[in-house]
């Protein structure tokens, strides 16, 4: 089988573009490279299934070509679109949301990620301890939480 | 026709009519109930016949449309579905965990869910992801492969952003962009495979890759393995799965730890045993496996919020079970069938228990709970059981899995083997000691010694998130657990405890789904009859 280097050349350019707006942060560009990778797909298939050739409906012809086309190539690529065509409108109206709910269409940081690589020592121990945080700025003639712990009560 | 032929779709074709007919009962609920469990009880029921039968008669194979071979030597031209061993264990334990689940969220539904609901879509989606994951387990054909992950994967960006708020859309989109990167990927391979083979019904590539020269033939498979990588949260891939999870509403979130993953993991075994028996990618699986487990576990270590915590001992396990496909032994794929099946089980079960927990203590973070034990014994008895059984302790189904695997990797020997076993037994012991911190946290000491003890969620939420926070004297006492919530977490224990009880019956099971799955003839001759090209 022979193919042609322009097509896979641009398969290439067209995934590589593909990811570098996938990579980004603004959302609507992440949906764009999503669709661009998945045209250099669609087309990476349509390369894959051979030539180009006859129609492949009995009794159709075009141009006296002697071989019929891969129809499996185009019924997958057909399906591959259906199925982007639909998760791009999912996605788009996920980002219209994100858009009314924080007026921003920006990925972020995972918040309790965040927090948990944060947490210093003391709050970590205080976590396993089983004890509050103490906070010594606090007023202690009120009775706190501390004055609960067993061995301590009432010790004011 | 036989009752194979007639059995072997009702997997994909009972679900999808059912996501149909609950679309159309959408303002009666409780129609749209009854359908649902009906649906999915008969999936099990059927998903058990396929298991009895493909035990008695070997590898079933269905041409759909009855479009099979037209020329000798050549595949068929329509759809095949396969069901082997390995593949109706995995359907009847996910037809067993998806109407556990149903049943527990509709039991949350009705006790505690309000007017504003969207119950209306949640059972629609939740049968179209069922037909998903059945669809995957049946596909003998690349591209249904393919589009049965489709389906699942698009019923699960609903389910995960159902209610849209501002914390499910954000984890929202990096879990659709994440899946669809993996699809595309997955995409990708199968052109190749197309273009190397001309073909994508797995017997007839399995047949037509022997000819393609080595050096290709691990260069697909490592296509395939990024591909399902992602799915199954194996190291590199996994830092996806820990975010997106645990916002979920608790049935959804049991239900995709239960079954994503392992969907993953099935195409990995396919792939690995069918496509590519020798690829040479055995030591780098290994060691991603390595990675996968120790990296997982020492992630749910640092986690305070339990849903989070889970959700890294998940991906942490998944190692266990790419360590037994890597072995490439039929001891090893043993051990890592009996492990996926036993993992599934308790994997939802932890999940369906952190629900309960969640709804009766108002919160799932270690930072707010606090003296479970006392308050509900029964509480602390569902959560105890699985949570051992995770950490591996001898009587229960872990153990046994884990030991499976590590006498299969002691009998392989190598050096990359033997510090696998390392790793697993340390895996082992670290999930022991996340188990115990929750259970002393959460259940032994005092709720007033938490740092943020004295907060809880307002209401327990359904399938709606509630972020509002209050005090923990003002919030409405929730009674006791629904019947329709801890009815099925026992039942999902049962079963667990089950995989003890049955233990001989089972391995030997397993062990002949992993003989069967090794000895790819038998699958190449079911689908392709009995002349090999």
Known sequence: MTTFLIPLVLVGGLISVGVYLLLERGLTRMLLGLLLIGNAVNLLMLMVGGPSGNPPVRGRFSDGETATADPLAQGMILTAIVISMGIAAFVLSLIYRTYRLTTDEEVVNDPEDTRVSQLTDEELEALDEARPVPQPARDTDEPDELDALPGLEGSR | ?533
């Open chain 2, 1 to 533: 026709m036989s009752t194979s032929a007639v059995l072997t779709p009702l997997p994909v074709l009972i679900p999808l009519l059912g996501a149909a007919a609950t679309m159309f009962a959408g303002r009666r609920p409780r129609l749209q109930r009854t359908i649902t469990l009906a649906a999915l009880s008969a999936v099990v029921a059927v998903c058990a016949a396929l298991l009895y039968l493909t035990d008695r008669d070997g590898t079933l194979a269905l041409h759909v449309g009855g479009w099979a071979q037209s020329v000798p030597g050549m595949g068929p031209l329509g759809i095949t579905l396969v069901v082997d061993r390995l593949s109706a264990l995995m359907l009847v334990v996910s037809s067993i965990v998806l109407l556990a689940v149903v049943f527990y969220a509709i039991g949350q539904g009705i006790r505690d869910g309000g007017e504003h609901q969207p119950v209306s879509i949640f059972l629609p989606t939740y049968l179209a992801l069922s037909a998903g994951v059945c669809n995957a387990f049946l596909a003998g054909d690349l591209f249904n492969l393919f589009v049965g992950f489709e389906v699942l994967l698009a019923a699960s960006f609903v389910l995960l952003t159902i209610g849209a708020s501002t914390e499910r859309v954000r984890v929202g989109i990096s879990y659709v962009m994440v899946s669809m990167v993996s699809s595309v990927i997955f995409l990708i391979g199968i052109a190749l495979i197309y273009a190397a083979t001309g073909t994508l019904n797995m017997a007839e590539v399995a047949v037509r890759l022997d000819g393609v020269s080595p050096g290709t033939r691990s260069a697909l498979f490592a296509v395939l393995l990024v591909a399902f990588g992602i799915k199954a949260a194996v190291f590199p891939l996994s830092s996806w799965l820990p975010d997106s999870y645990p916002t979920a509403p608790a049935p959804v979130t049991a239900v995709f730890a239960g079954l994503l993953t392992k969907v993953g993991v099935y195409a990995i075994i396919r792939a690995h045993t069918l496509l590519f028996p020798d690829a040479g990618l055995d030591r780098m699986l290994m060691v991603a496996a390595f990675l996968t487990m120790i990296v997982g576990i020492l992630g749910a270590i640092a986690q305070s919020d339990i849903k989070r915590l889970l959700s890294f001992t998940l991906v942490s396990h998944i190692g266990y079970m790419v360590f037994g496909i890597a072995l490439s032994s039929e001891l090893g794929l043993s051990g890592a069938i009996y492990y996926v099946a036993h993992h599934i089980l308790v994997q939802t079960t932890l999940f369906l228990v952190v629900g309960l927990i969640e709804r009766q203590a108002g919160a799932s973070t270690l930072q707010r709970l606090g003296g479970l034990a006392a308050a509900s014994p029964l509480l602390a008895f569902v959560f105890v059981v699985p949570a051992l059984n995770l950490g591996g302790i001898p009587p229960f189904s872990g153990f046994i899995g884990k030991v499976a695997l590590l006498e299969a990797g002691a009998k392989s020997g190598s050096v990359l083997a033997w510090l696998l076993v390392g790793g697993s037994v340390v895996t082992s012991l670290l999930t022991l000691y996340v188990i115990s911190r929750v259970w002393t946290l959460a259940f032994w000491r005092a709720r007033a010694d938490a740092p943020e003890g004295h907060l809880a969620a307002a209401a327990p939420s359904v399938l709606l998130d509630d972020t509002q926070d209050i005090a923990l004297d003002e919030r409405v006492d929730v009674g006791r657990m629904p019947v329709g919530m801890l009815a099925p977490t026992g039942a999902l224990i049962a079963v667990g405890l089950t995989l003890t009880v049955l233990a001989g019956p089972i391995v030997s099971y397993t062990d002949r789904a992993a003989a069967e799955v090794i000895d790819r003839d038998r699958y190449i001759s079911a689908v392709l009859g009995e002349v090999r090209p």
